[in-house]
């Protein structure tokens, strides 16, 4: 038995997905009309990206699950209209990306390299960084992508350790959770780094309040979403010198406006929202894998928890 998928994504998106899919689609043994347009009430499983055509899911009266591609899913888990089950992206190509994006800026920073690069003048300073061991590395989020960056930053023996909802153990990491568990994991943070979903629990976590908690001259780093910070806050953080430097990947308003006082600041670096990316090879075998599980009865891996939106 065949099944109808519709691809609804950006445009642009298709010619990198159309191949894989299909290649991906058939490895699982799954019969698929794989399309990009389709009358609504046949269409059995939705892939889904924010920015493509669908703003109302509820004509998709047989759809059996909405497969995102996008890891987080603050704008799709907020449709009232979107009553069917809902799975978010967890690939491994883009927790590959995430952990490099992580590790390399943390490096970046313990290592003292912007510093170093600027230090081309003829001065012979012989400061050694300190080891990692001796740098206390906070996460905030110990999901797919926290929990392989603070693994990657435990190997390379960083002291880590790193705060989610509910308990958790890594090895080679402290686990923190709850309101105390914040507060003691913001307090040893020299690098601290956000990889929270976005969520009406999470939005702002990082305010004046919670950036006062930290050591000063702390490094900020935001691979997560922008309103996880109070920008007013980290900008006011950053001209006391309590944060020291912020690298930030994602923003509140994306593109980032021409204007915003983060492009020009000196203590700075804006990346535009590369810390990671779905890859469309390993994401097709996930979402074949989902569908395959669906229509074998199996749960679907990844599901969101709709009422912790994410
Ligand atoms: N910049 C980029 O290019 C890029 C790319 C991909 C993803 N992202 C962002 O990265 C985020 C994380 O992705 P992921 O795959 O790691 O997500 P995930 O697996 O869902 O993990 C989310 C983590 O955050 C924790 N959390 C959620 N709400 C919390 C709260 N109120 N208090 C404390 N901890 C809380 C969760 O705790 P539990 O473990 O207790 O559930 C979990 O550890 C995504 O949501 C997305 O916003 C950015």
């Given at each position: 038995?065949?099944?109808?998928?519709?691809?609804?994504?950006?445009?642009?998106?298709?010619?990198?997905?159309?191949?894989?899919?299909?290649?991906?689609?058939?490895?699982?043994?799954?019969?698929?009309?794989?399309?990009?347009?389709?009358?609504?009430?046949?269409?059995?499983?939705?892939?889904?990206?924010?920015?493509?055509?669908?703003?109302?899911?509820?004509?998709?009266?047989?759809?059996?699950?909405?497969?995102?591609?996008?890891?987080?899913?603050?704008?799709?888990?907020?449709?009232?209209?979107?009553?069917?089950?809902?799975?978010?992206?967890?690939?491994?190509?883009?927790?590959?990306?995430?952990?490099?994006?992580?590790?390399?800026?943390?490096?970046?920073?313990?290592?003292?390299?912007?510093?170093?690069?600027?230090?081309?003048?003829?001065?012979?300073?012989?400061?050694?960084?300190?080891?990692?061991?001796?740098?206390?590395?906070?996460?905030?989020?110990?999901?797919?992508?926290?929990?392989?960056?603070?693994?990657?930053?435990?190997?390379?023996?960083?002291?880590?350790?790193?705060?989610?909802?509910?308990?958790?153990?890594?090895?080679?990491?402290?686990?923190?959770?709850?309101?105390?568990?914040?507060?003691?994991?913001?307090?040893?943070?020299?690098?601290?780094?956000?990889?929270?979903?976005?969520?009406?629990?999470?939005?702002?976590?990082?305010?004046?309040?919670?950036?006062?908690?930290?050591?000063?001259?702390?490094?900020?780093?935001?691979?997560?979403?922008?309103?996880?910070?109070?920008?007013?806050?980290?900008?006011?953080?950053?001209?006391?010198?309590?944060?020291?430097?912020?690298?930030l990947d994602v923003f509140r308003t994306e593109p980032l406006p021409a204007d915003h006082p983060y492009w020009a600041h000196p203590q700075v670096t804006v990346t535009p929202?590369?810390?990671?990316?779905?890859?469309?090879?390993?994401?097709?075998?996930?979402?074949?894998?989902?569908?395959?599980?669906?229509?074998?009865?199996?749960?679907?891996?990844?599901?969101v928890d709709r009422s912790a939106g994410y």
């Amino acid at each position: 038995m065949s099944v109808t998928v519709l691809f609804d994504a950006p445009d642009g998106q298709w010619p990198q997905y159309d191949t894989a899919l299909r290649t991906a689609l058939a490895d699982a043994g799954v019969g698929a009309d794989l399309v990009t347009n389709a009358v609504p009430q046949t269409v059995d499983y939705i892939i889904y990206a924010p920015g493509g055509q669908i703003t109302d899911f509820t004509p998709y009266s047989k759809t059996r699950a909405v497969l995102g591609l996008w890891a987080g899913v603050e704008k799709i888990a907020s449709n009232p209209t979107l009553t069917q089950p809902l799975a978010r992206m967890v690939d491994t190509g883009l927790t590959e990306g995430m952990t490099e994006w992580v590790t390399g800026h943390v490096l970046r920073h313990h290592l003292g390299i912007d510093a170093q690069l600027a230090a081309q003048n003829g001065v012979w300073n012989p400061v050694a960084p300190p080891l990692a061991r001796d740098r206390r590395v906070g996460i905030l989020g110990l999901g797919a992508l926290g929990t392989a960056s603070a693994q990657a930053l435990s190997t390379l023996n960083f002291n880590v350790a790193g705060w989610s909802r509910r308990p958790k153990q890594i090895e080679g990491v402290t686990c923190h959770h709850g309101d105390a568990g914040l507060r003691d994991v913001l307090a040893r943070s020299d690098i601290l780094v956000l990889l929270l979903p976005l969520t009406s629990a999470t939005e702002n976590v990082l305010n004046a309040k919670m950036l006062a908690l930290m050591p000063r001259g702390a490094i900020l780093l935001n691979p997560g979403r922008g309103p996880l910070i109070d920008d007013d806050a980290l900008l006011a953080a950053l001209g006391t010198g309590q944060i020291a430097q912020a690298t930030l990947d994602v923003f509140r308003t994306e593109p980032l406006p021409a204007d915003h006082p983060y492009w020009a600041h000196p203590q700075v670096t804006v990346t535009p929202h590369i810390a990671s990316e779905t890859r469309p090879q390993t994401a097709s075998t996930v979402i074949a894998q989902n569908i395959r599980r669906a229509e074998s009865g199996q749960p679907l891996l990844h599901l969101v928890d709709r009422s912790a939106g994410y």
